[in-house]
């Protein structure tokens, strides 16, 4: 059972497997059902073939451990105990993991500068900021204010009578035009295209 917990690293039964009930079974001498080797889990036949022979219901039967041990070298090439090379195994698995959480730490701070950077598209820089470390914004008042609305007139006739490329052009004029006129007022845009 030691054997199955380190190779796959889980417990041998599932959480539904009262195991109290299970050893009073065995102690009674039952016959209890072993547990199943995993399918989704690559292991060695060599060493599954040993996993198995070390659950065979005749203790005489069952390997040694010396020979659990030779052949668990023999198998992973390896020089020590069983638990020496699945101590191996462990750190490899551990440093594994901390590449792992690298790349997503990286991939983290990669998503966190787009949100920022979204967020500040969309608001005000002293807003954003705000929001961002969790602050109420205090409305502001002005004593004269422009709201702009525009439209494309036609903008769905016009593309089904151009080119993608004509279309994107078009609309990349029309919005560095109000780009610059806004910059040019020291305005700001809230877009919301339908």
Not at 115 to 126: H, I
């Amino acid at each position: 059972m030691v054997m199955y917990e380190i190779l796959f690293r889980s417990f041998p039964y599932s959480d539904k497997v009262d195991l109290n009930e299970m050893a009073t079974k065995a102690a009674e001498g039952e016959k209890i059902s072993r547990p199943s080797v995993q399918k989704d889990k690559q292991l060695h036949p060599d060493l599954q073939a040993l996993l198995q022979d070390c659950w065979h219901d005749s203790p005489d039967a069952r390997p040694s451990v010396r020979r659990v041990r030779l052949s668990t070298e023999s198998i992973m090439k390896t020089k020590g105990s069983l638990v020496d090379s699945m101590t191996r195994m462990m750190e490899e698995y551990a440093n594994n993991l901390e590449k792992l959480v690298g790349e997503r730490t990286g991939m983290l701070e990669e998503a966190t500068i787009r949100a920022d950077k979204l967020l500040g598209q969309l608001l005000p820089k002293f807003v954003a900021n705000e929001l961002k470390n969790g602050r109420p914004v205090p409305p502001k008042m002005y004593k004269s204010a422009t709201v702009l609305f525009t439209d494309v007139v036609g903008f769905t006739k016009l593309c089904g009578s151009s080119t993608p490329i004509e279309v994107v052009n078009l609309l990349n004029s029309v919005y560095s035009g109000f780009d610059d006129i806004i910059n040019k007022h020291d305005g700001y845009k809230v877009s919301k295209r339908e």
